[in-house]
Each structure stands twice: as C-alpha cells, then as structure tokens.
C-alpha cells in the first residue's frame, strides 16, 4: 500500500462567519489520532467578494504511512451510502492518477464523516497508479469502495 500513494493534500477555507479554530478542529478530526500532532497546516488570508477575510488551509502529507493511516480512518468512518455513490462515479472524482473527495466540515467537527460538495474538506489522493481501474482495485483494498 505504501507504495502506491504519491501523498494527500488537504484543503479547506474557513470563512469570516466561522471560527477558524473550529474549522481546523474540524480537519484534524478525519485526522488518525496518533499522528494529528504530524500533519501541520499552511494558512493563506484571502479576500472574498465584498473584502471579507476568508483563511486558506493547507497541508500536505508525503509520509507513506501518515496518508495510509488517515485514508485508513476515512475508509474505516465514512458511511456505505457515500462509498457506493463513490464507487458509482469514480470516474467523476478521478483525474490524472489523483482521486477528489469532499467531506463535511459541520459533520467533521463533531467527529462524522460524510461526503458533501458545499463548502468541504478537499482531499486529494495522489496515486502512483494513473489507470481508474488500478485506483479502484487501491481503493477497494483500503476499504474506501465496498
């Protein structure tokens, strides 16, 4: 498995009606527990429409069993709707050896997971495989497709 991961990227905003903190807690939570004090997050101010401060999160996570280990914890908490919606259109959330998918931010907080497309948890899953059958077969391994 280790092997087939490039890395993870995690992004998400946290908007001026949201407590910054809240949201980061919110990221950490899809986070394994043994390594959240591992992955660190950049932060970028951004301006929004009518100049209100919108904060960029950022990490990227290279360490092979640090993105296991949290694709591990997504398989093992994410609902079997939302795996066999994934399962549907994997061809919709794959693009150039990379897998796209959104989590709640409200469900991630309290500790759910559960995909969603309004302001998300962006996780991108960069394989060393490019072909979507090789990252369905990675996919299934690793418990994230039934």
Do not use: W
């Amino acid at each position: 498995m280790k092997k087939k991961i490039s890395y993870v990227d995690l992004s998400f905003f946290a908007h001026a009606t949201e407590d910054s903190d809240k949201v980061l807690t919110a990221a950490k939570n899809i986070l394994p527990s043994n390594y959240v004090e591992k992955v660190s997050f950049s932060k970028s101010i951004l301006k929004g429409e009518y100049g209100n401060p919108i904060i960029l999160f950022r990490s990227q996570i290279r360490e092979p069993e640090v993105a296991e280990s949290l694709l591990l914890n997504i398989s093992l908490n994410l609902p079997l709707i939302d795996k066999e919606e994934l399962n549907q259109c994997l061809n919709l959330h794959v693009d150039g050896g990379s897998l796209y998918i959104r989590l709640n931010k409200q469900e991630a907080f309290r500790g759910r997971f559960k995909f969603s497309q309004a302001d998300p948890i962006r996780i991108r899953i960069k394989f060393k495989a490019s072909k979507i059958e090789e990252i369905r077969e990675i996919c299934r391994t690793i418990g994230l497709l039934p």
